[in-house]
Each structure stands twice: as C-alpha cells, then as structure tokens.
C-alpha cells in the first residue's frame, strides 16, 4: 500500500497524530511522511489542527501539530443500544463528536421499537448537524449480547431476550438506509478507550466491562480480537465455582454470577431494599457504607483473579476497566489489582497496567464509531 493511504488508514483509525507518530508507525523517514502529508493536505483529504480542537478527550504526551482527516470529508454514526437506553452519537472523520442524543427505554423493551426510536434518533441529530447522508460512511451499532460474526445474530446468552435471533446489521440498514455493522458492547468499548481513552497506544489492550452483564473486548495491535466466529473474550462466563449458581447461559458458576450488578445488589438487598441500584451501592460504599464497599471488593478481587488467568495468556500492557461498575473506583481497584498480582506471574502484572477507561458512559458509542472508521476500505463519503 503507497504511504499516502497507509497515512489516511491510520488516521482514520486512531484519530489525530502528529508527523512523529507516523515515522513510528509506519517505519518510514521524516522525509517520506513530510512529502506524502504535503501531498494529503494539497488534496484536501488532511489537514492540520491544534490539540484542543481535534478530540474532547486528552492526549498527553503528543507535542507537534495533530494531523486529521479533514472533518468535512465524510461523517459516521455510532448507536448503543443498552438495556435502558438508546444513544446515538455522530462524529466526522476527524473523531470529532458533532453531535448525540440518548431515549431512555423500557427494561424489557422490544427490539424493534429500540431499532425504531435509533432510526428516528439518528434522523433527528443528522438534521441538526446538517449532515448529508450521501456523507455518513457507514453506522456502527453496539448490542447487549455476542454477535455471531458469520450470520450477524445475537446469541442466546444475550441480556435483552427480544434481541435474540434478530439480525440488527441487516433491519438497522432498511430503517437508515445506510450500510450499518454491529459488535458486542465489550468490543465496542474497547475499540474506544483504545481510540479515545485509557488504551492510547497499547500493544496489547484488554478491556473489561462490568455491568449488569461482565464480558471484555481486546484489542491486539490495534485491532479487535474477535477469535474464530466473533464471539471471543466472554470474560464473565469463566468459570469461576463449578458448584456455584447456574448462570444465565447456562453454565454454572460464572464470574458474572459474582460480580455482575444484578449479584452485588441481590447481597445488598436485604439491607436496603429492592429498589437499590449500582449508582446507590457505590455512592454509599463511597460514603463509608462498609456492607457496599465489601461487596464491591469482594468483586474486584474475583475479577481480579479472572484477570489473572487472561494476562497470563495475552500478556497485556494495559487493562482497562470500564461499565457501571468503574465508578466504584479504587474501591473495586485496590483488590483488584492485589489479586491479579497475586495470581498472574510477576512479569506478566508488571507490564499490566491497570486503570479505569475515561470514556464513561459513552463508551460504547464512541466505539461503535471507531467500528466504522475502522471497518470500512472507503476514505471519504460518497461523490
Ligand atoms: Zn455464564
């Protein structure tokens, strides 16, 4: 591939970066960087910018001017479809957010009345932005479940029991008229924090996502490892206790009847009523409440061991955690990263490091963004 499109490839992959980052990346000279971003920029298709403009979250440690696709070029839309909410989020192909919305919805809300409210979400923010469709390269879609990569179904293990069977990718298209690609939420965030936010520049980034449901995404060299039919990285059904509760896959003893929110809170319950959610656990473990700090440590030291296990296995530099959980903070943390130094070998957690991800709740619509300006071959929108 000529330099000039392994440049516009990289930088529509990991956003902005400098002159210096692509001699690094590419392992080519000063020389041949300079001639071929001259040429980009000559053409309109890149264009410099300063570091305040180009992304909302920080990246420290990038001296020099930031290099984008110019902005105008083409747009992609990213939709999370959550087990209360739907959010959709546009970005250009500068991964500068131009503009989201989020609906709540019902617990156990129908599928297509999800799709639908995304549909008309999506048409609603591309009006406001004053976004041409003929521009949107293509709308990433994040799901509550595995997606089988072959016939782009959500698995039975899924959450949202109206998802299962669907294909999203292929109902989300006729309703958007635009070509549309979905993945799991796990994989979604981790394609974010590695694009965005705590896995900037990591060889080898595992995510970890604790929520209502636990699972994980990991990105290796940049790219999403997804395994041989896209359902890799089920971290919350390790087992963890073969004599533990039956799970919801129907496996027993899964770390995800340990830790998932569901199983904190059935601890906690008893306490402090039915109606106690994952944000109240935390602000009262926050507050000094010993029974919800317990709890929540107790979770991150299972998670902690599972942790364990995959870091032997992937040896990565950076673990990441995000869902609802990571507001627990150090809380979660401390035991966390007690047990996977206790259970992983010593090279192995010294190279790990473990931080919370910085894109919060927007995690998995960013990532559904990053899924698009990763996927597609096309540059630019359509002439
Ligand atoms: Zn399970």
């Known amino acids: 591939m000529p330099t000039h499109e392994r440049i516009v490839e990289l930088l529509r992959k990991r956003g902005a970066l400098t002159r210096a980052d692509l001699v690094r990346l590419l392992g080519v000279s000063r020389a041949t960087v300079s001639t071929a971003v001259g040429a980009l ?13 180009s992304t909302w979250l920080p990246q420290p440690g990038r001296p020099g001017a930031l290099l984008t696709l110019n902005p105008s070029a083409g747009a992609a839309v990213g939709i999370d479809f959550g087990h209360t909410h739907v959010r959709v989020v546009i970005a250009d192909l500068a991964h500068t957010v131009l503009a989201e919305a989020h609906e709540p919805l019902a617990r156990d809300h129908d599928a297509r009345q999800a799709m639908a409210t995304a549909a008309e979400l999506t048409e609603c923010l591309l009006a406001d932005t ?7 390269i293509g709308v990433g879609a994040g799901l509550p479940g595995p997606v089988d990569a072959h016939t782009g179904t959500i698995g039975s293990s899924s959450i949202a029991p109206s998802w299962v069977g669907l294909r999203p990718a292929d109902d989300l298209a006729t309703l958007l008229d635009l070509p549309v690609m979905v993945d799991n939420v796990a994989n ?9 936010g705590a896995g900037q520049g990591a060889k080898v980034c595992a995510y970890l996502k604790l929520g209502t449901g636990v699972g994980a995404g990991i990105v290796i060299d940049g790219r999403l490892y997804r395994g041989a039919g896209g359902t890799a990285a089920e971290f919350g059904h390790v087992t963890v206790d073969p004599a533990g509760e039956i799970c919801r896959c129907g496996n027993r003893g899964c770390l995800e009847t340990f830790v998932g929110v569901p199983a904190l809170l059935g601890q906690l319950q008893g306490q402090y009523g039915p109606n ?5 656990m ?22 902690g061991a599972a942790a364990a296990v995959l870091c032997n296995l992937l040896n990565p530099d950076r673990v990441i955690i995000g869902g609802e959980l990571a507001a627990a903070g150090e809380i979660m943390l401390g035991p966390l990263r007690a047990a996977l130094e206790r259970d992983s070998l010593p090279f192995v957690h010294a190279q790990a490091a473990v931080l919370l991800g910085k894109a919060g709740d927007r995690a998995e619509a960013l990532g ?16």
């Open 368 to 383: 559904a963004i990053a899924l698009v300006l990763h996927s597609t071959n096309r540059h630019v929108a359509r002439p």
């Open 188 to 196: 979604l965030g981790a394609l974010a924090e590695f694009v965005w």
């Open 130 to 136: 004053d976004v041409d469709r003929a521009k949107v």
């Open 282 to 303: 935390i602000r009262l473990a926050t507050d000094g409440d010993r029974r919800s700090a317990r709890a929540l440590a107790d979770a991150g030291h299972r998670v």
């Open 276 to 280: 106690l959610t994952a944000a109240r």
């Open 41 to 53: 920029q000559r053409g309109g298709l890149v264009v410099e910018t300063s570091p305040a403009t």
